[in-house]
């Protein structure tokens, strides 16, 4: 039969599917832990598959400290006082701890328990995934389909194993598949995680580079002890964790506008920064916690250093975008219980850096890492993918400056987590090491 009107049935279903994901909430508590195998079945026949995913975060996403810390000594806790919370907290899990998310067992036990939660992003959630739901295309908030049972699928045809069925399924080589977990909304309906949306609007899914090309790179060997030999897709997941990864993930080159400089005059110094590595912007996925910062410093022939500040270029926000000693984070201290709280240093870098960076705000306008906190975002200055910035440095000369050569060195530094946040919650120094991106120098000279 042939109709013009649309139905209203019809009409109904689509407004539903536009507005909410019937996956991921939906399946809470409708599969027993016992419903997913442990990775240490398929550890016997998948050695090096299972040795690489014990290394990667995907293994460690319940149980990391940082992890722990944020989910229990804030989210939870905020979750108490604020009970409106309660099921986005609970939700984190969906991400961080599917198994305890389906199973139900929400707060999950804390990592020192070792029930099933620890598993994390394991091998049999990620292979019973049988379909990934979207809203206008875009996959978020763990919208995946569970179908756990004797069928493991992924991305080849006709491969058979003695353990389980094999099924091949396209999601498994679409960047969609990543998506559901590494894009997320909060309840303001904030954007708070978009990696696979900043892939879509790039240049690297135009030219069908998904995510696994860079995360799950293919290899010569085998997937499987008695697999015949083929490429393999590695299960390496390397990120923000992984100091190789970062490195050089942006490139940077620096030149002065004039090489000669008379001694109480004013050097002008432009620094290039490519992001020539990464599929989405930089930095991407935490990006209420990350931080990217252009450090440059002049070294006269006496060696005397002086630090340089950068130039302002006037957009909106650019406060947020250069290293100051501003409290933030405010919002801590409900959760934590603290009457009054100040904040703590907003940056923890030199004052007058360049912050490559998104600010997060809660709904008093004040920055903010609690991301299911979130009621704004602030100016988004991140390096996109292929995209190059560049930035100025006007130097009046000082007139303790010696006369000859002066280097100039540029340090751009990455940071998994602000400091003075990770030190207010001890989150171990390893979250808030600095990782070096890449350095470039130039040089100018000094006359008299
Ligand atoms: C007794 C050995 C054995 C065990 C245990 C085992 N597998 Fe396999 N698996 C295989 C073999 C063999 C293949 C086929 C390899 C080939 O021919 O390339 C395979 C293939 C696969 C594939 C590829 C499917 C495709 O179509 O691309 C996935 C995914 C997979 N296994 C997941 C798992 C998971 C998850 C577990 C643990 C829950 C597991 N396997 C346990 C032997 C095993
Ligand atoms: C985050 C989700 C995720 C996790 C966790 C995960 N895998 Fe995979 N796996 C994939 C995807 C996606 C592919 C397909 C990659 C491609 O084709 O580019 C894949 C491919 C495979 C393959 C076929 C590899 C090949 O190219 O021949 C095997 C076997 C496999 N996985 C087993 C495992 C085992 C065992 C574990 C746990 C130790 C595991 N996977 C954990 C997502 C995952
Ligand atoms: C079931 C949800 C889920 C799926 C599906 C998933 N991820 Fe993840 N992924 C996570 C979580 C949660 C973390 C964060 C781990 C942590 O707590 O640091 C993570 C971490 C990562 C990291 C490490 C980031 C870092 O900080 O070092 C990379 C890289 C990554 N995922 C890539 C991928 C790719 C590529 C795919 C698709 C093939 C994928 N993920 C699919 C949930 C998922
Ligand atoms: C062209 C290669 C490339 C592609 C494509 C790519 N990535 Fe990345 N990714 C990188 C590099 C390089 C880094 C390290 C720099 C950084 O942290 O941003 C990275 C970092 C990450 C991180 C860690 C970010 C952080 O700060 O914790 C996550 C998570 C991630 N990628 C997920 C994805 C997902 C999901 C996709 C697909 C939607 C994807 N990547 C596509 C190269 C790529
Ligand atoms: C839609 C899936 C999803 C949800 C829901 C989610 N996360 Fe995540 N989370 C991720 C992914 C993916 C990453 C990795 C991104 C990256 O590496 O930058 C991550 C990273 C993190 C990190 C940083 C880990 C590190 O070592 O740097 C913390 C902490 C965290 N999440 C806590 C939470 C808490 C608490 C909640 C709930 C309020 C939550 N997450 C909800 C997917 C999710």
Redesign the pocket.
């Known amino acids: 039969m042939k109709s013009t009107t649309i139905s209203p049935l019809l009409l109904m279903l689509t407004i539903l599917m536009t507005t909410s994901i019937q996956s991921g909430v939906e399946d809470r508590g409708k599969y027993p832990y016992d419903s997913f195998e442990k990775p240490q079945v398929c550890q016997s026949c998948h050695t090096d598959i299972y040795m690489q995913w014990t290394q990667s ?1 995907m293994s460690q ?1 319940y149980t ?4 722990e ?3 229990f000594d ?2 939870v806790a905020h979750a108490q006082k604020v009970p409106s919370l309660k099921e ?2 609970d ?6 701890a599917p198994l305890a998310f389906l199973a139900g067992d929400l707060t999950p036990p804390p990592p020192a328990a070792g029930s099933r939660a620890n598993e994390s992003v394991s091998c049999d959630l990620c292979h019973t995934i049988s379909a990934i739901q979207t809203v206008d295309q875009t996959p ?3 919208s995946y389909v569970p179908s756990p049972g004797r069928t493991k699928y992924g991305s080849k045809p006709g491969l058979v194993s003695p353990h389980h069925v094999t099924k091949n399924l396209d999601i498994y080589a679409q960047a969609e598949f990543c998506g ?5 909304k ?1 309840p303001f309906g904030i954007w708070v ?1 978009s ?1 696979q949306i900043e892939w879509l609007e790039g240049p690297y899914s135009k030219q069908n580079v998904p995510c696994h090309q860079c995360h799950m790179p293919k290899a010569w060997g085998q997937n499987a002890k008695m697999a015949q030999e083929d490429m393999v897709a590695q299960h390496l997941f390397h ?3 992984d100091p190789g990864k970062v490195a050089g993930a942006i490139e940077i080159r620096m030149h002065p506008e004039e090489r000669e400089v008379e001694i109480d005059g004013t050097a002008v110094i432009k620094v290039q920064l490519f992001n020539g590595k990464a599929g989405h912007k930089i ?5 209420e ?2 931080i990217l910062w252009l450090d440059v410093t002049a070294i006269d022939e006496e060696g005397k250093t002086y630090h340089l500040p950068v130039d302002q270029k006037g957009f909106e926000g650019e406060e947020y975008t250069i290293g100051s000693t501003a409290l933030a984070y405010v919002d801590m201290g409900l959760p934590k219980g603290i009457d009054n709280f100040q904040g703590v240093p907003r940056d923890g870098i030199p004052v007058g850096d360049r912050i490559f960076r998104m600010p997060y705000f809660d709904d008093q306008g004040i920055m903010t890492i ?3 906190n979130t009621a704004k975002l602030g100016v988004d200055y991140r390096i996109g993918p292929r995209e190059t910035k560049i930035e100025s440095y006007t130097w009046t000369l000082p007139d303790d400056v010696a006369v000859g050569k002066v280097i100039i060195k540029a340090q751009l530094n990455y940071q ?2 602000v400091k003075p946040v990770a030190d207010f919650l001890h989150v171990p120094e390893d ?1 808030s090491e600095i990782m070096i991106i890449n350095k470039a120098d130039t040089w100018i000279e000094v006359y008299e």
């Open positions: 975060m996403a990391h400290h940082w992890d810390i944020e989910y804030l989210a986005p907290v939700g984190c899990n969906g991400c961080h978020f908030n763990f559901s977990c590494h894009n997320e909060n995680k990696t990120g923000a964790h930095p991407t996925g935490s990006v916690d990350r609690m991301q299911w998994k987590l979250e």
